[in-house]
């Protein structure tokens, strides 16, 4: 039997995903010492997830000690009493020593949940390196799940190498949207970068919440790009654009921040 590397089996779980129809692409390897005992995808069995479909393949004895190598973080139970267990739970119970994992999920109702799941119940757990976190993170949900916002709200999301882009909506039926990036995210330094597609970013300098900004245009200094620290507040006009959006950086963390944005009417 063939030995693999960990990334060979990160990038064997990314094969495994791209065979999914549906979005989200889950892929799965199960490995010990370096050998494949097995490997399942979402959607190979209908309606089961990739975990459940490659857990399902081995015995107990097998599945004791193994590696998991999972691209999208494992779902959690989303209420009391629920039919099927998570696979958060399952990979408990089966017994396995390790998961490493792809991504964590954009989903705001499980977000880093499945991960801190597995670590609270004694499974060591790891990432894919950043580079087949990119790749995974580009390929496992549609365009718009994970890159689109409307209105006002609150979202974690990963910051990746090449930027992360995310489209400003003004409403799910006002289809308007202005183009935004994050980038160059330096944990140690508390900082990150805010782009616009358009141009004309200024820093709410003083303001504290949104309601202190009243008019976006007393703010000088418009950029096609800012660095912001935590708390700050950016205003994102670009030239032609009918609304203006507001952007506060809540919180970093190494791979990922918390953003707040709210769109307004440009009167
Ligand atoms: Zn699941």
Redesign the pocket.
Known sequence: MKTYSKSDLMRLAIEEHLKCEEFPRVGVVISKSGKILATGFRGETKGV?A??VAIRKLTKDKLYGATVFTTLE??IELHEGQEVE??AQLLIDSGVDEVVIGVLDPNGTIYSQGFRKLLENNINVSFFNRKLRQAVEEETFEFGDVHKVYGCGKRRIPVVYSGTEIKVQFSQKDERSIDIKWSTLQSIHGCVDLHSSGGAIRIASGARNFGDVSDPTVFRFPSHCERLEKDMIAIVKPNNSTFYVLIQLIDIFENDIIFKWEVRNDK
Do not use: A, L
């Open positions: 997830h975990e459940r494992p779902c998570s696979c």
